[in-house]
């Protein structure tokens, strides 16, 4: 257990290294979001939580997509080989995700900060919304993370990717966005947390089904 764990972190800090020389697609990504919440700020200064909340989830879903799904896309056959001689399909599963969850943290957290200075932050409720978000990204990147390594294994993954994973993607973020809009009501934000409950549910869900799709994937 101890040795999988050094494992995990070593191939976790291998990609990492790999982003910081080549961050053009964080970049792009964090830029993206900029360009986005600068557009929508200027078309409507003044909008309400509900809008607030929409605009944060469409820009964070198309903006994060690109940059989480490529932890497989830059996988040849050959670095598969290699992989497979390195290390079992769990870990290099596992790393991927954690470090799927990680950027998907990072990306969020720029979202937010973006949007706080451009348009505030009309959070009454954020135990309750925050909580909710991290189960999504968590989710998303979970998710994103696996469809990109199916992706991966045929050709034009890069075109793949994007239409793998909304339609995938798609259930957790209307339950997630349920749940956000009712931190925002004060009558509701107790109910929110049922939807929250689900959202866990939904994680746990894609990380087994993700365990069990990736070594015959994997040994492909």
């Known amino acids: 257990m101890i040795q999988t764990i050094k494992n995990i972190a070593v191939l976790v800090r291998a990609e990492y290294q790999l982003d910081i020389k080549k961050p053009a697609v964080l970049a792009a990504a964090i830029l993206q979001m900029a360009t986005m919440t600068l557009l929508a700020f200027l078309s409507q200064p003044n909008i309400n939580a509900k809008i607030w909340n929409s605009l944060f989830w469409i820009i964070l879903i198309f903006c994060t997509l690109q940059a989480i799904s490529k932890n497989f896309l830059g996988v040849n056959r050959a670095r598969w080989i290699y992989f497979n001689q390195l290390s ?3 870990t290099i599963l596992w790393s991927k995700m954690i470090y799927g969850w990680a950027s998907m943290i990072v990306l969020t957290l720029c979202n937010i900060i973006l949007f706080a200075f451009f348009m505030g932050f009309p959070i009454e409720h ?8 991290i189960l999504v990204i968590a989710g998303i990147g979970s998710i994103f993370t696996l469809i ?5 294994k045929a050709n034009q993954a890069g075109f793949l990717a994007p239409v793998l994973s909304l339609p995938v993607v798609l259930p957790l973020i209307l339950v997630g966005m349920q749940a956000a809009n009712k931190t925002l009501n004060p009558v509701l934000v107790s109910s929110a947390w049922n939807d929250i409950a689900l959202v866990g549910a939904l994680d746990f869900l894609v990380v087994v089904l993700a365990a069990a799709l990736f070594q015959p994937l994997w040994r492909d």
């Open 126 to 133: 954020p135990f309750a919304y925050f909580t909710n978000l």
């Open 88 to 90: 079992s399909p769990q």
């Open 148 to 152: 990109g390594a199916i992706a991966s």
